[in-house]
T-cell receptor, first 111, second 111 residues
Framework: DAMVIQNPRYQVTQFGKPVTLSCSQTLNHNVMYWYQQKSSQAPKLLFH???????NEADTPDNFQSRRPNTSFCFLDIRSPGLGDAAMYLC??????????FGPGTRLTVT | QQQVKQSPQSLIVQKGGISIINCAYENTAFDYFPWYQQFPGKGPALLIAIRPDVSEKKEGRFTISFNKSAKQFSLHIMDSQPGDSATYFCAAMDSNYQLIWGAGTKLIIKP
């Protein structure tokens, strides 16, 4: 089945230790998104790629970076995680910028 | 102007009843209105969506009602089942193709 896959599902990292989350998709969608979702809140867009064009939200901290080496894969790098970065990180894709399809998420814990 | 206001925050409905969640917006440039369903520990799943040129859309037990003049839209879940217990988010897409999310409604269906 075509889908959005996120690895790992659970990630524990230490305060200040860099961490990378990955997303892959078999939908062949040209737009990929990274969202941060904290408990009982709506997802918050961090950045997105339209094809290879990177779009950063104005309030996304510099601590967050992203890479998209090809159509299928996208990575979220958190350079120096703080306790406030503990959250669910969601990857989503879309073809025509309207219907967005989400992966299962990666739950990040910072100790 | 960029907000989507969602109510209620939480909702308890008896099995077989109708669940109704409401959303309101101000920005008339919004042109796509999806509803997402999210189970604990999972990513949001696109449930149903509507464009502003349509007043109602039905898919199975789920119906969106859209009132363009009032700038309101709502989700109706007919014959609500315990398996429908989840958090529901409404959203609206702005002219930059960004989703503006409501705060979410936690729905509990009592058996």
């Amino acid at each position: 089945d075509a889908m959005v896959i996120q690895n790992p599902r659970y990630q524990v990292t230490q305060f200040g230790k860099p961490v990378t989350l990955s997303c892959s998709q078999t939908l062949n969608h040209n737009v990929m998104y990274w969202y941060q979702q904290k408990s009982s809140q709506a997802p918050k867009l961090l950045f997105h790629y339209y094809d290879k064009d990177f779009n950063n939200e104005a309030d996304t901290p510099d601590n967050f970076q992203s890479r998209r080496p090809n159509t299928s894969f996208c990575f979220l790098d958190i350079r120096s995680p703080g306790l406030g970065d503990a959250a669910m990180y969601l990857c989503a894709t879309s073809r025509a910028r309207y219907e967005q399809y989400f992966g299962p998420g990666t739950r990040l814990t910072v100790t | 102007q960029q907000q989507v206001k969602q109510s209620p925050q939480s909702l308890i409905v008896q099995k077989g009843g109708i669940s109704i969640i409401n959303c309101a917006y101000e920005n008339t440039a919004f042109d796509y209105f999806p509803w997402y369903q999210q189970f604990p520990g999972k990513g949001p799943a696109l449930l149903i969506a509507i464009r502003p040129d349509v007043s109602e859309k039905k898919e199975g037990r789920f119906t969106i009602s859209f009132n363009k003049s009032a700038k309101q839209f709502s989700l109706h879940i007919m014959d609500s089942q315990p398996g429908d217990s989840a958090t529901y988010f409404c959203a609206a897409m702005d002219s930059n193709y960004q989703l503006i999310w409501g705060a979410g409604t936690k729905l509990i269906i009592k058996p």
